[in-house]
C-alpha cells in the first residue's frame, strides 16, 4: 500500500485532507481515523474535519458512483473508512452541538429482507453530513410511524428489491397522510425494480436510483426548505 511511505503527521493541513480524501476512496479505514486525530490534535474542530475531511470525500467517491467509475463493493469499502472516522467524530459533534444536514428515516419495507442498497444510502447519508436512523429490513407502516414521531425526521426513505413489496410504499404514504404528516416529511423511495412512474404513483418525492443521487436529491430538499424557512 502507497500510504505505507507516507508520514500523514508530516503532512500540512492542506494536503493531509487532500490524503484523506484518497484514503476514502481507497477504502482504508486505518488511515483516515489517523487523519480524524491527527486534525482533531491540531485544533480542527469535530464539525471542520466532517465536513472538510469525510463529507468531502464521500462527495467524492459519490460522484464516481454515479458515473460509473466506482461500484458497489468498493463504495462499501469507502462508507465503512468513513464510517471509522464518524466514530471518532460522533460523540464530539454530540458535545458541540454541531449543525447537521438534516435528519432521516430509513428502512427496507415489510415483506423485502434486501439490504445491501438500503445499507449504502444509509452510510452515504451520513457521510453527506445527515443523522440517519437506520430500522433495518422488513419494517412495516407501524415501526416507521413510531420511528417518525420519535425521530421528527426530515426524510423518510423507503427501500424494496422485491415487485411484491413495492406497493407497500404506498400503505405507508397514505398513513403518513391520514396522521396528518406527509407535508412535512420528504419521501425518497428507491431499489431496483422502481422508477420514477412508479414513485409518482405511490405519491413519494423522489424516486432515486442509486445512493449517490439519494444524497443529491435529499441535500437539494433540505436547501429547498432552509431557502423556504428564509423566505417565509
Known sequence: MADDDIDLDALPDDELVTQMHDDLYDGLKDEVTAGVDILLGRGWTPYRV??????????????????????????????????AGMAILKPLLAQTGAPKTGKMVIGTVKGDIHDIGKNLVAMMMEGAGFEVVDLGVNTDVDRYLA????????ILGMSALLTTT??????????????????????????????????????ADAYCRDAAVAVETAKAFMARRSNQMAAG
Request: no cysteine; proline share 5%.
Open 50 to 83: 466532517l465536513t472538510e475531511a469525510l463529507v468531502e470525500g464521500m462527495r467524492i467517491v459519490g460522484v464516481d458512483f454515479r458515473d460509473g467509475i466506482l461500484f458497489v463493493p468498493e463504495v462499501l469499502l469507502s462508507a465503512n473508512a468513513m464510517k
Open 147 to 154: 420511528a417518525i414521531d420519535e425521530h421528527q425526521p426530515d
Open 166 to 203: 413495492m406497493p407497500y410504499m404506498k400503505v405507508v404514504i397514505e398513513a403518513l397522510k391520514t396522521k396528518g404528516i406527509r407535508d412535512r416529511i420528504v419521501v425518497l423511495v428507491g431499489g431496483a425494480p422502481l422508477n420514477e412512474e412508479f414513485s409518482l404513483s405511490v405519491g
